[in-house]
């Protein structure tokens, strides 16, 4: 593993009987070095997975992103190697939902203008008030 991750997925992957090392900040020099031992990578979006470093992985079976996207793996390097690359799209829904619901219901009452405004020890509260949600369809 070589992004920071939550210890409940390194606990999952232990109880299945996987052994895991967990190596974050590699550079991507670093990664090229060690990569070779592993059967299988499972990133983030801190982790670059170049063409150079799975061309490095003799071993390696699949890259897993925790996260949505692939966009920081080489997957056309992963296919010609026969490297399975996966990740998990559905991962951070409700993170996502709740921050979309915080975003709109800042957006509704002003939030970021008004804590601009008490920044420069000014207050219209007419300027910020808003609209209330109640009653009210939001998408």
């Known amino acids: 593993i070589s992004d920071p991750i939550e210890q409940v997925a390194v606990d999952i992957l232990e ?33 670059q997975v170049t063409a150079p470093v799975i061309d490095q992985a003799a071993k390696m079976k699949v890259i897993g992103r925790a996260g949505t996207g692939v966009d920081n793996i080489d997957c056309n390097a992963a296919t010609r190697k026969g490297v399975m690359v996966m990740n998990t799209p ?30 420069q020890k000014k207050w219209d509260r007419k300027k910020f008030m808003g609209v209330e949600l109640h009653g009210k369809t939001l998408g």
């Open 90 to 119: 559905g991962g951070n829904t409700i993170s996502a939902a709740e921050h979309t619901v915080a975003m709109i219901c800042s957006l509704a009452r002003n939030v970021a203008q008004g804590d601009a405004s008490m920044k």
């Open 15 to 47: 109880n299945a009987g996987i052994h895991v090392d967990k190596k974050a900040k590699l550079s991507e020099d670093q990664l090229m070095k060690i990569i070779g031992d592993y059967d299988g990578l499972i990133v983030r979006s801190g982790t």
